[in-house]
């Protein structure tokens, strides 16, 4: 079963089934960046950095793999729906995306060390809109002018990570990841006038990266509790692959070829290193609340390069501030189920790795959800939901209200057991 889900996920993002969502803010270098971690870690405000949960996957924290049953192999499928509600001025908008999150799998190696192999989006572009040209020496020759902007197509991470725990408190791990996809911008500047030809300028990216993650965690016995503290480094990407800016016309049924523009190079692109630490502390198998704070540098990223800049958009620190908590009355309770579900909450607030004329975009959001028990170990459904907003209707920016849900299927079994016969 889990098997067949691995190869469905997979062929999903190869085949671009997975469509990462639409946001006008994702015209700027490789698109609007998604959000990390499974269902479970979404509904806790995407904190994970310091969490060493033995009933779920970790995917934030490669250390994090080693706090597992070490007879059990676990999977976690996460799906997403996202509804968000735009405006900027006078001008509205709505979308609705459903889609693939995230698959990862996890086995045991030897005793206290444990491997993960997992696939998840990156960044996605998705963005359709018009501005009409204004300028009274254009349109007073040509009659009615607009600019079209379009794009499409995601990044994706498939990656394989392994960890060991020292001294049943200090953990360690290492994570490799594979960065792929596909990107496509078109520009289009249409006349009504049907004697004069629609101009168009298009973009086409194929983009691979390599890069790798370090992760600690360290857990500290407190009478009973834990307290936790952890650390992550991923190191900076560099791109490659091919990449051609195509210009034509088209008039009626006639497109002529005015050239092919090799002015993009993915030489000085990459997807800068990024930090993430963090604190957690846990009161038995009750309760857990837990801090993290992510940042990366964008400056230096190549995001000014023919065919990932666009005009106003600068390349920018991005940095996130995560608070989540979860709580489970009695785990074990064997006569009310709901005092067996695990009940989370969340908040976080980041801003994003570019600047538009010089403001920053922030994202707040309030997150809420639980684990439904299926079955006996630790099966379950993650269900969560996430209410937030995105940039402001002040200076010119786009304000994008939101709220997503999320579901998750964590798939738990003992798979590793040694039977003894008499």
């Given at each position: 079963m889990a098997l067949f889900i691995a190869l469905f996920c997979v062929d999903a993002y190869a085949d671009g089934g997975a469509n990462t969502g639409y946001s006008p803010y994702s015209k700027f270098g490789i698109g609007r960046l998604s959000r990390r971690g499974t269902?479970?870690?979404?509904?806790?405000?995407g904190v994970g950095v310091a969490n060493r949960n033995t009933k779920y996957i970790n995917t934030l924290n490669p250390a994090a793999v080693t706090a597992r049953d070490t007879l059990a192999f676990m999977a976690d499928v996460s799906l997403t729906q996202e509804n968000a509600y735009y405006r900027q001025g006078d001008l509205k908008s709505v979308d609705n995306t459903f889609n693939i999150n995230s698959f990862v799998m996890s086995f045991p190696i030897w005793k206290s060390s444990a491997f993960m192999v997992g696939i998840n989006p990156v960044s996605g572009l998705g963005y359709n809109f018009t501005s009409p040209v204004k300028d009274p020496d254009v349109i007073g020759h040509t009659g009615k002018v607009n600019d079209i902007y379009q794009g499409n197509g995601s990044l994706y991470e498939m990656y394989v990570g392994a960890g060991v725990t020292f001294w049943k408190r200090l953990s360690v791990g290492a994570q490799m990841n594979y960065v792929f996809g596909q990107?496509?911008?078109?520009?289009?500047?249409?006349?009504?006038?049907?004697?004069?030809?629609?101009?168009?300028?298009?973009?086409?990216?194929s983009i691979r990266g390599i890069n790798g993650k370090f992760g600690v965690q360290y857990e500290q016995p407190i009478k009973g509790d834990r307290l936790t503290v952890g650390a992550t480094y991923k190191i900076k990407s560099k791109l490659w692959g091919s990449a051609e800016k195509l210009r034509y016309s088209i008039q009626g049924s006639y497109i002529d070829t005015l050239g092919l523009v090799n002015d993009i190079s993915l030489d000085k692109v990459s997807i800068p290193s990024e930090v993430s630490v963090g604190v957690s502390y846990k009161h038995t198998d009750t309760w857990m609340v837990e801090f993290d704070y992510t940042r990366?540098?964008?400056?230096?990223?190549?995001?000014?390069?023919?065919g990932f800049s666009s005009e106003g958009f600068t390349g920018a620190v991005s940095q996130s501030f995560n608070l989540g908590f979860e709580y489970t009355p009695n785990r074990n309770d064997i006569r009310y189920y709901m005092r067996r579900v695990t009940y989370r909450g969340g908040f976080y607030y980041s801003t994003d790795y570019y600047t538009y004329k010089g403001y920053s975009v922030p994202t707040m959001a309030l997150s809420l959800g639980l684990t439904l028990p299926v079955f006996r170990w630790s099966n379950?459904?993650?269900?969560?939901?996430e209410l937030g907003q995105k940039g402001s209707a002040r200076n010119g920016l786009v304000r994008e209200r939101f709220i997503n849900f999320s579901i998750g299927f964590n798939i738990y079994d003992i798979w590793f057991m040694k039977h003894k016969y008499d």
């Open positions: 269902a479970h870690s979404q509904s806790m405000g990107l496509q911008k078109l520009s289009e500047r249409e006349f009504s006038s049907s004697s004069i030809s629609s101009v168009y300028d298009e973009s086409n990216m990366s540098d964008w400056k230096k990223s190549g995001m000014d390069q023919p379950g459904i993650s269900l969560g939901m």
